[in-house]
T-cell receptor, first 112, second 116 residues
Framework: GENVEQHPSTLSVQEGDSAVIKCTYS??????FPWYKQELGKRPQLIID?????GEKKDQRIAVTLNKTAKHFSLHITETQPEDSAVYFC???????????FGTGTKLQVIP | GAVVSQHPSRVICKSGTSVKIECRSL??????MFWYRQFPKKSLMLMAT?????????EQGVEKDKFLINHASLTLSTLTVTSAHPEDSSFYIC????????????FGPGTRLTVL
């Protein structure tokens, strides 16, 4: 089955700086990669996703890049704000599979 | 966007009792729903995949008889924790996928279960 690894587990940045979270996946057939943000005690919220037919996607301060050859994808948050503080999960969905495999999560702290 | 509700949000029960958690897709038909369990500061652990009108597919190590899942309609799935014990205390989250749109999963707000 699919295996998703996520790094780092914790990340502290100064407000205004950029944050990068990286994930790798094992199944070359995976073709959909969502990123979720989860605040304490709340549900995971989809913030951005990317499919295997594109290499990069951007939505305001958030961008995701995908390298299919290396089987890794990354989340980039620019101009970080305190409200970006949360746990972020990457995930991968294989073609023909029903279930999404989640990474272990990254706790992001943005220091004002 | 797609909305998924979950009820109750919080439940406290005595050891040995059963607890039912409902997951509803409010504005779309969910052909597939998923049940997760999340421990503090940990990732989401998939328990089972539920397809409308058929038996749920459980992940390895998840007891089918303890965690009963029913997906009787395209908008409702239920998880029943039977004969609950303190070690079942956890945050249970469901998610639903809009089969008409594609791969995206939308999560419910979660249920905090505490077994005394």
């Amino acid at each position: 089955g699919e295996n998703v690894e996520q790094h780092p587990s914790t990340l502290s940045v100064q407000e205004g700086d950029s944050a990068v979270i990286k994930c790798t996946y094992s199944d070359s057939a995976s073709n959909y990669f969502p990123w979720y943000k989860q605040e304490l005690g709340k549900r995971p919220q989809l913030i951005i996703d990317i499919r295997s037919n594109v290499g990069e996607k951007k939505d305001q301060r958030i961008a995701v890049t995908l390298n299919k050859t290396a089987k890794h994808f990354s989340l980039h948050i620019t101009e970080t704000q305190p409200e970006d503080s949360a746990v972020y999960f990457c995930a991968a969905l294989g073609r023909g599979y029903q279930k999404v495999t989640f990474g272990t999560g990254t706790k992001l702290q943005v220091i004002p | 966007g797609a909305v998924v509700s979950q009820h109750p949000s919080r439940v406290i029960c005595k050891s040995g009792t059963s607890v039912k958690i409902e997951c509803r897709s409010l504005d779309f038909q969910a052909t597939t729903m998923f049940w997760y369990r999340q421990f503090p500061k940990k990732s989401l652990m998939l328990m089972a995949t539920s397809n409308e009108g058929s038996k749920a597919t459980y992940e390895q190590g998840v007891e089918k008889d303890k965690f009963l899942i029913n997906h009787a309609s395209l908008t409702l799935s239920t998880l029943t924790v039977t004969s609950a014990h303190p070690e079942d205390s956890s945050f249970y989250i469901c998610s639903a996928r809009d089969g008409l749109v594609g791969d995206t999963q939308y999560f419910g707000p979660g249920t905090r279960l505490t077994v005394l």
